[in-house]
């Protein structure tokens, strides 16, 4: 993803270079093409965060099971 400057600079250019009607478009493309952005990484960190509460939950089940295991052998 470009920095500042380098949005600054685009920026710049295209006003240079561009009418308003083709700046717009431009605009309007880039504003989408961000949001798509947004949206897949919104997606994957969704994706992420219910593996990491799969796993979680899988160690609490492991940890439980140990313990029981220790009762079990304390008291026998």
């Known amino acids: 993803m470009p ?3 380098e949005v ?3 920026i710049r250019e295209m006003l240079l270079d561009m009418g ?3 700046l717009l478009a431009k605009l309007e493309s880039s504003l989408k093409a ?3 952005r947004h949206q897949r ?3 994957a960190l969704e994706g992420m965060l219910q593996e990491v509460d799969g796993l979680l939950l899988r ?3 492991k940890e439980e099971d140990a ?3 220790t009762r079990k052998t304390n008291w026998a």
């Open 3 to 5: 920095d500042s400057n």
């Open 8 to 10: 600054e600079r685009r």
């Open 20 to 22: 308003e009607k083709q």
């Open 34 to 36: 961000m949001d798509e």
């Open 41 to 43: 990484i919104s997606e």
């Open 59 to 61: 160690m609490d089940e």
């Open 67 to 69: 313990l029981d295991d």
